[in-house]
């Protein structure tokens, strides 16, 4: 499967939906027609792709209505800017609860949008490494990317909330004693291993897709990523082999409703109807199948032999969650910029 850049035509929906800005329900002789926008960070494309004709069939045999959708695809931290800065979405659909909380803050969102079912996430993933077939680098665990000569691909935190991830996960790893030379709770320690990996960094991409598609492209001997990203790549014929680290970081996927937007566009009930769907068994069988580790139990349970169990697994609960991982790690002085500053004199 050849995977399609989107930026581009992203940022042009962008611009035209915030210009339009026009009430998201019409009427044709035969039926009512809503449309729902939805902003969504890049990786699950695939899986919605699968997902809204699903919903669409639904809605017609509940309602007798029509449902369309627009669709904008970008890292998730440019999304949550771009919904800030007007991008009239419906709902966001991110890859981490800071970039919903930006939203929030602005005011768009005036709910508890984790008061909901799974509270408020809607997948999960881990953070994993895509080598070369036959893994001529022999990569193994955390300890290998420090290695001199090994070329590395991750995108830029700043942008995306997939790199956000793989940074915490490393850095968890190293502070919890699972990295071969680097002692647990060791502050100092972490950031050398930290510095020692991003020196090995060739490519920082702005998301995610962005990111594993110049690696398909030949660029890099690893790419630290979404477990999802790998398993969809290989369904789609791709020979890169997943690696995953001992010690690793569960990524939770938020999904919310965007008050201020809905309120404008009058189709809050197809919207709720949308997120209530996406949590239903279908949906997460639907997850499931394009490589992300469902938040149903039941689900989580009948999948569990392609999702294996990670034998160290934390979570932002690590780094005392997302409002204080946030600036600590990825404020303007936080330990990413000033490792980074290092790395780059």
């Known amino acids: ?34 449309t729902i926008t939805l902003g969504a960070y890049t990786t699950p494309r695939e899986a919605y792709a699968k ?17 369309k959708f627009e669709e904008s695809y970008q890292g998730s931290g440019a999304q949550s800017r771009a919904i800030v800065e ?18 929030s803050n602005a005011g768009l969102i005036t709910h508890d949008w984790k008061a909901g079912t799974h509270s408020g996430m809607v997948s999960t993933s881990i953070v994993v490494f895509a080598v070369r077939e036959g893994n001529p680098k022999g990569i193994q665990n955390w300890a290998d990317l420090a290695k001199p000569g090994v070329q590395i691909l991750t995108p830029d935190p700043r942008t ?16 919890r004693g699972q990295i071969t030379g680097v002692p647990a709770n060791d502050e100092a320690a972490a950031q050398a291993f930290l510095a ?54 569960l990524i939770e996927n938020p999904i919310a409703l965007i008050d201020k937007s809905v309120e404008k566009h009058g189709n809050r009930q197809a919207v709720e109807a949308f997120i209530t769907f996406l949590h239903s068994r279908e949906a997460q069988e639907v997850f499931a199948e394009f490589g992300l580790r469902s938040v149903d139990a039941d689900v989580a349970k009948a999948t569990a032999e392609r999702y294996p169990a990670i034998n160290d697994l934390f979570t932002i609960n690590e780094f005392g969650g997302w409002s204080k991982a946030t600036p600590e ?4 002085d936080g330990v990413y910029a000033k490792v980074l500053a290092q790395v780059q004199q």
């Open 196 to 249: 020692s990996v991003l020196k090995n960094v060739v490519v920082f991409d702005k998301g995610a897709r962005e990111s594993i598609t110049n690696f398909e492209k030949g660029v890099g001997d690893v790419a630290i990523t979404y477990e999802n990203e790998i398993l969809v790549g290989q369904k789609g014929g791709q020979t890169y082999q997943m690696v995953i680290p001992t010690s690793t970081i």
């Open 1 to 34: 499967m050849k995977r399609l850049h989107f930026s581009l035509l992203s940022l042009l929906l962008v611009g035209l939906l915030a210009a339009c800005g026009e009430a998201s329900q019409t009427t044709t002789s035969n039926a009512t027609v809503t």
């Open 329 to 332: 790690y990825f404020g303007d």
């Open 51 to 67: 997902l809204i004709p699903l919903f669409q069939a639904k809605w017609k045999t509940d309602t007798g209505g029509e449902v």
């Open 86 to 103: 007007g991008f009239e979405a419906d709902i966001a659909a991110l890859s981490l609860e800071a970039d919903i909380n930006r939203i």
């Open 160 to 175: 995306s909330g997939g790199a956000q991830w793989n940074i915490l996960a490393l850095y968890g790893a190293a502070k």
